[in-house]
């Protein structure tokens, strides 16, 4: 059975991604924090799509939780194939840097960057042995352009952007590729709070993205198609920066 793999898989762009690897026939491992009957939902849809799932729940950034959860589960399942890794999970705690305390920016910090570096070693053996994988990572415009407010994110997802670089070349000899994908502006949860009518009214297609379009994007590189595309960072942000 082949497997895909989305951290943070319970509400948002982790969502829309689980039920778009649903439609391609991929058994859905759904990662989540604490919301279980978000997962649950996701589960509920994953099967509507006709195909199978299981919850997976621990934080991403708790090495010794990613170790006895995931890890265990690779132990316990070795007939199966993780073929599709997707480092979802994120937060935001946003501060202008004068103002920002430790805890702001050791959370998001572990969640983003150390969150990609405990569920991807647990993951890259298997597509190394086999000969295949596809990773894809999500960033945000924030660690391409830096966004103020967001030092503590901006770093955390320019740190998986550079990770995502040099890890591709790392594993490129072994068929397995590894992309990120950099929204702007979203429609999730994550943006609820935000003032979503004027800040659509700066990107140039007047609106925020859906988690949907997010997930054709994470489609594509999962796809055979974007076999030689690796080591990439797509921007989906509406014109906002290119
Ligand atoms: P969201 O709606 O807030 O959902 C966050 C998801 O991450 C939830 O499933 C949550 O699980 C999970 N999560 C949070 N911390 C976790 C942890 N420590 N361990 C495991 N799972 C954890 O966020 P979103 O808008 O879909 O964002 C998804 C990703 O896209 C994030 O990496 C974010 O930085 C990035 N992004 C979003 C936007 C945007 O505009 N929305 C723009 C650029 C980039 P629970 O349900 O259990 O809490």
């Given at each position: 059975m082949k497997c895909a793999l989305i951290t943070?898989?319970?509400?948002?762009i982790g969502r829309a991604i689980c039920i778009k690897m649903a439609e391609l026939g991929y058994h859905v491992l759904i990662n989540y924090k604490g919301n279980e009957a978000a997962a649950q939902e996701t589960l509920e849809a994953v099967k509507a799509k006709g195909s199978t799932g299981e919850l997976l729940q621990f934080n991403v950034g708790d090495a010794a939780e990613v170790q006895q959860v995931l890890g265990s589960w690779v132990e316990n399942n070795k007939?199966?194939?993780?073929?599709v890794l997707v480092n979802n999970a994120g937060i935001r705690e946003d501060s202008l840097m004068f103002w920002m305390t430790d805890t702001q920016w050791n959370n998001v910090l572990n969640i983003s960057l150390n969150g990609f570096y405990h569920v991807t070693k647990q993951v890259l053996n298997g597509m190394l042995l086999k000969r295949y994988g596809r990773i894809i990572n999500m960033v945000s415009l924030s660690g391409i352009k830096g966004l103020p407010g967001q030092t503590n994110y901006s770093a955390a997802k320019a740190g998986v952007i550079g990770a995502t670089k040099a890890l591709a070349q790392e594993v490129a000899k072994r068929g397995v590729t590894v992309n990120a994908i950099a929204p702007g502006f979203i429609k999730t949860d994550m943006t609820a709070a935000l003032n979503e009518k004027e800040l659509a009214a700066q990107v140039p297609m007047n609106r925020f993205g859906t988690a949907e379009e997010v997930a054709d994007a994470v489609a594509f590189f999962v796809?055979?198609?974007?076999?030689?595309?690796?080591?990439e960072v797509l921007n989906i942000n509406g014109g906002l920066h290119t």
């Open positions: 943070g898989g319970s509400r948002g007939e199966q194939q993780i073929e796809s055979r198609s974007a076999g030689y595309i690796t080591g």
